[in-house]
């Protein structure tokens, strides 16, 4: 069974920096590509950020210069560095990764979402 759990959540001013992590434990071969999404209330979930087994990385136009997405594959962690955080990056949180199980197969998991609030 494979989970994924987030951690570092909270309350943050708006201008504050914040960090998220997200471990993959389990049974498992490798983890792909990793990925943060956030859901505001009343809005669709929308990709922030993501990166691929080789460090590529890619982010929301609404992020880019403020957040910064990295991995440790010896822990089989994503972080997600937030800095200069506004009152619009309040949402729940959810990290998502590629992991290939011990029989080859490739499934996607998501973690249980972290709400990170921006707010004076």
């Known amino acids: 069974q494979v989970q994924l759990v987030e951690s570092g959540g909270g309350l943050v001013q708006p201008g504050g920096s914040h960090r998220l992590s997200c471990a993959a434990s389990?049974?498992?071969?490798?983890?792909?590509?990793w990925g943060w999404y956030r859901q505001a209330p009343g809005k669709s979930r929308e990709t922030v950020a993501t990166i691929t087994s080789g460090g590529g990385t890619l982010y929301l136009d609404a992020v880019k210069g403020r957040f910064t997405i990295s991995r440790d594959n010896a822990k089989n962690t994503v972080y997600l560095q937030m800095d200069s955080l506004k009152p619009g990056d309040t949402a729940v949180y959810y990290c998502n990764a590629e992991i290939a199980v011990r029989n080859g197969n490739v499934y996607d998991y998501w973690g249980q979402g972290i709400q990170v609030t921006v707010s004076s």
């Open positions: 389990g049974t498992f071969a490798t983890v792909y590509n």
